[in-house]
T-cell receptor
């Protein structure tokens, strides 16, 4: 079945450490997105990519980085510059003109 | 700038009853999409229903329907015959026209729906 796979489901990060969240889709969607979700808030856009080898900053890109070397993959790196990384992270993809398909998310906790 | 507002942080409904979740938005565009997403405790975001702004007819998906009032910029979700499995966080979302090489999605802050047995 087609879908989006996010891994790991839970991730723990030490202070000053970079961590990478994986997002893979087999839907042949062109566009992929990373969102952050905090309690009591809606989803906030971190980065998005419309095509391979191209990506754009969203509303809260500081402290994050991404790459899009393959159509199927859009990993997100949470760098040590992100001062408050504890959150739930959602990856999504869309075909042209379509609505989101979301992954099941990664819960990142700083320890 | 586009905004999406969900003014009800939490709602409750008795099982088998009907509930309406409110959503208002602001945009200067005329061609856009609106969505309702459901996020159950598993935190998987699930598309419930979507509405194209150029369509006057309200979208319906089984027990879920919308009341789309374009002039009032209102997009409410009605859930009929509520079931325990409907308990979740519901997000309203706006998608802009394709501009500057991308669509822009704006999400509301969500409404937590509790279903009482």
């Amino acid at each position: 079945d087609g879908g989006i796979t996010q891994s790991p489901k839970y991730l723990f990060r030490k202070e000053g450490q970079n961590v990478t969240l994986s997002c893979e889709q087999n839907l042949n969607h062109d566009a992929m997105y990373w969102y952050r979700q905090d309690p009591g808030q809606g989803l906030r856009l971190i980065y998005y990519s419309q095509i391979v080898n191209d990506f754009q900053k969203g509303d809260i890109a500081e402290g994050y980085s991404v790459s899009r070397e393959k159509k199927e993959s859009f990993p997100l790196t949470v760098t040590s510059a992100q001062k408050n990384p504890t959150a739930f992270y959602l990856c999504a993809s869309t075909p042209v003109g379509g609505g989101y398909t979301f992954g099941s998310g990664t819960r990142l906790t700083v320890v | 700038a586009q905004t999406v507002t969900q003014s009800q942080p939490e709602m409750s409904v008795q099982e088998a009853e009907t509930v309406t979740l409110s959503c208002t938005y602001d945009t200067s565009e005329s061609d856009y999409y609106l969505f309702w997403y459901k996020q159950p405790p598993s935190r998987q975001m699930i598309l419930v229903i979507r509405q194209e702004a150029y369509k006057q007819q309200n979208a319906t998906e089984n027990r879920f329907s919308v009341n789309f009032q374009k002039a009032a910029k209102s997009f409410s979700l009605k859930i009929s015959d509520s079931q325990l499995g409907d308990a979740a966080m519901y997000f309203c979302a706006y998608r802009s026209p394709f501009l500057s090489g991308t669509y822009k999605y704006i999400f509301g802050t969500g409404t937590r729906l509790k279903v009482l047995a």
